[in-house]
């Protein structure tokens, strides 16, 4: 069984080396983008299982970017988990219209992950 693939889409140094910490020790291949523009030079070439968009990213609005990657030839479909630090339903429910499927809060640890990713296999 190949490994599975989490792109990190999120502006903070910090916050993507907690996460990408998480996920490497549970076994993923991860990958890193600070912005929108870096992650679409990205999935030019790699098509993840999971992509974490942070719910504010630089120079863009987050919902319009999850519909944006939702148009992107990937030759599979992500699962996309928007990354939010309140729980505010009314922008969640932008989020998953737009092409997000699940939401996670922040702050999150490896334990919170492998919760979220049990409910993801359980949905699936």
């Given at each position: 069984?190949?490994?599975?693939?989490?792109?990190?889409?999120?502006?903070?140094?910090?916050?993507?080396?907690?996460?990408?910490?998480?996920?490497?020790?549970?076994?993923?291949?991860?990958?890193?983008?600070?912005?929108p523009v870096?992650?679409?030079?990205?999935?030019?070439?790699?098509?993840?299982?999971?992509?974490?968009?942070?719910?504010?990213?630089?120079?863009?609005?987050?919902?319009?970017?999850?519909?944006?990657?939702?148009?992107?030839?990937?030759?599979?479909?992500?699962?996309?988990?928007y990354v939010?630090?309140?729980?505010?339903?009314?922008?969640?429910?932008?989020?998953?219209?737009?092409?997000?499927?699940?939401?996670?809060?922040?702050?999150?640890?490896?334990?919170?992950?492998?919760?979220?990713?049990?409910?993801?296999?359980?949905?699936?």
């Open positions: 069984m190949p490994m599975l693939h989490c792109f990190i889409v999120d502006d903070s140094d910090i916050i993507r080396k907690f996460t990408r910490l998480i996920f490497e020790n549970l076994g993923f291949r991860v990958s890193e983008a600070d912005g870096a992650a679409f030079e990205r999935l030019r070439t790699e098509s993840p299982d999971y992509i974490l968009v942070d719910w504010r990213l630089p120079d863009t609005n987050s919902i319009e970017f999850i519909a944006k990657l939702r148009t992107l030839p990937l030759t599979q479909r992500p699962y996309i988990i939010v630090t309140e729980n505010e339903p009314h922008e969640i429910k932008r989020a998953m219209a737009a092409g997000a499927d699940s939401f996670l809060l922040k702050p999150f640890n490896r334990e919170i992950i492998e919760m979220k990713l049990a409910e993801i296999r359980v949905t699936a």
